[in-house]
C-alpha cells in the first residue's frame, strides 16, 4: 500500500514539469489530494489541493495560473501540470491523501525533488 510520487527533475526557469502520483493497494477515489512542497530552509506548504469529485480546486496564491492539478480516478493517478516555474518554485513536493498536512493524511508520497535553475 503506497504512493509514488514521480516527474520531478531539474528545469530551467519558465520551463514545464509533470508531477504524478500513483496509488497503489488503496482507492484515491476515497479521498480529497493535496500536493504540498518544502523549500530549503522553509516549512512545508500546501500548493494546490482537489477534491472528492475533482470539482473543486485550491491553489496557493504563489502558484495560481502557473500549477494545475488533476486527477483520473480510473487509474488511481493525480497529477500537478507545472508551467512557467520559477527559481521559488524549487523543493520537494510531496503528495498526499489530505488538503492538510496537520490531519495526519493516511497516505503521503516520499517526495519528488523540483529544482529550477539556470
Known amino acids: 500500500v503506497q504512493l509514488q510520487a514521480s516527474g520531478g527533475g531539474l528545469v530551467q526557469p519558465g520551463g514545464s514539469l509533470r508531477l504524478s502520483c500513483a496509488a497503489s493497494g488503496f482507492t484515491l477515489e476515497d479521498y480529497p489530494i493535496g500536493w504540498f512542497r518544502q523549500a530549503p530552509g522553509k516549512e512545508r506548504e500546501r500548493i494546490s489541493c482537489?477534491?472528492?469529485?475533482?470539482?473543486?480546486?485550491f491553489y496557493a496564491d504563489s502558484v495560481k495560473g502557473r500549477f494545475t492539478i488533476s486527477r483520473d480516478n480510473a487509474k488511481n493517478t493525480m497529477t500537478l501540470q507545472m508551467n512557467s516555474l520559477k527559481p521559488e518554485d524549487t523543493g520537494v513536493y510531496y503528495c498526499?491523501?489530505?488538503?492538510?498536512?496537520?490531519?495526519?493524511?493516511?497516505?503521503r508520497g516520499q517526495g519528488t525533488q523540483v529544482t529550477v535553475s539556470s
Open positions: 498526499a491523501t489530505a488538503c492538510s498536512w496537520m490531519a495526519q493524511p493516511d497516505y
Open positions: 482537489i477534491s472528492i469529485s475533482g470539482g473543486d480546486t
